[in-house]
């Protein structure tokens, strides 16, 4: 059993085929359908897609002006691409760290690290709760920074009733193979105006801007992150099936809840609580503390029941490139922790019920010796 993947149907394939065989397979008018449904479904705001999210993160950075003395402080209990882009840009990594249950950053700490050089705050919202938006944008707005809400693993989860994308600053969405829907690879980003989009379009193609005379010009080393028809077609029908595939997720989440043994000492995700708008990307859970196996140990019983794993995350400050700013372990408790701890069980809309179920009876397993 994989622990995530996708689910593309026939009618998409012949859509793609349709694509292949018009021609016009690089950016063309299915990025421009892509980009209007992912903006009616952040309410109306103009959302550009690229190659990654990875890209998106780099553009935004970009788009705040952020580069060599600026500081940004984000969560190290996120993926690479925050301290990569981060870094990129010439910006230095602020870390701070996150809840233990729900993962978010730990806006206390964000508000202790703020200081002369600071610039943006990037979030990433984990599956299952989001972080506070209020505190979150309160928060910005007081100390005039901007936010890049990193919600590659959130897209259709709901603050008060809207969705992620149409409230905040700058939100960036992937659609990676892994996340809640795909166009193989590719991502998005929301802006807030359309100048703002006017803008991201020059950055993600090269920085060229078109002058009077039919000439072209680059003012800026723009990125070439366009994304190309083939995978916008797939996006358009992945995002009309977004809800469904979303439905599907948080029952076999809550087959998780139903089923995971009691009594083993894991740390579980926050619990479904009805009308709570989450999205349910991963199933992440923390192996207690004292067990007697490694988690490499018991991933790999897992493995040889046939249920593939993964790690979400590895502690960002405690990589070799986060290690170059100064950090060392015991900074981030809470962070490396759930990096020492953390395994990933399978979660995709391709999963059944049942196949739940053998995970949990597998961990029981595991778990018991
Ligand atoms: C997957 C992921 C990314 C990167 O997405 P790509 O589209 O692969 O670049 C960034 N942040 C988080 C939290 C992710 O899970």
Redesign the pocket.
Known sequence: MKFAGPLIDEATIAGVADVLRSGQITSGPWVERFEAALSKFCEGRPVRVMT???AAVEVALQLCGIGPGDEVITCAQ??F??LNMIVKCGATPVFVDCDLVTRNIDLAQVESRIGPRTRAIIP?HWPGSLVDMDALHGLARRHELRVIE?A??VIGSRYRGRPVGAIGDLVTF???P??NMTSI???ALACNDEREARRVDVLRFHGIERLADGTRDVGFPGGKFNLPDVNARIGVEQLARLPEFLAHRRNLVLRYFERFPANTDCVLPPRPVDGDGQSWNMFSILLPDGLSMSRKMFRDMLLTRGIATGVSYEALHLSTLGRRYGYQRGDLPNTERIAERTVTLPLHAGMSLDDVDRVCDACADVLGR
Do not use: I, P
Request: net charge negative; charged share 15%.
């Open positions: 990654s999210a990875t996120s993926f691409t925050v990433t990193d590659a693993l992937s659609f990676h892994n996340k690879e590719g991502g």
